[in-house]
């Protein structure tokens, strides 16, 4: 995995995981990540982030049919 570092204004209140999340919702819902690799990026289990897209507007169900069916096996 890449690390990349950057600068945010003291007077922004926002913390790493909270960055985390919004830059991997943001890939997801672009398509760039998979559900399991925007989990691992947010720190988070798959179930865990995929309850928590709909608070950044991003809905669970932007991922191809073949990677749901697989999703819906191996639960």
Known sequence: ????SFNI??????DAKE???????????KGTLSL???AETAGLSKK???ELLGRYGVS????????LESDVKNA
């Open 1 to 4: 995995m890449k690390t990349i």
């Open 9 to 14: 204004p003291n007077e922004v209140d926002i």
């Open 19 to 29: 960055v985390a999340m919004i830059l991997a919702a943001h890939l997801y819902e």
């Open 36 to 38: 399991g690799q925007a």
């Open 48 to 50: 865990t982030f995929a």
């Open 60 to 67: 669970v169900f932007n991922y191809p049919v073949s990677e």
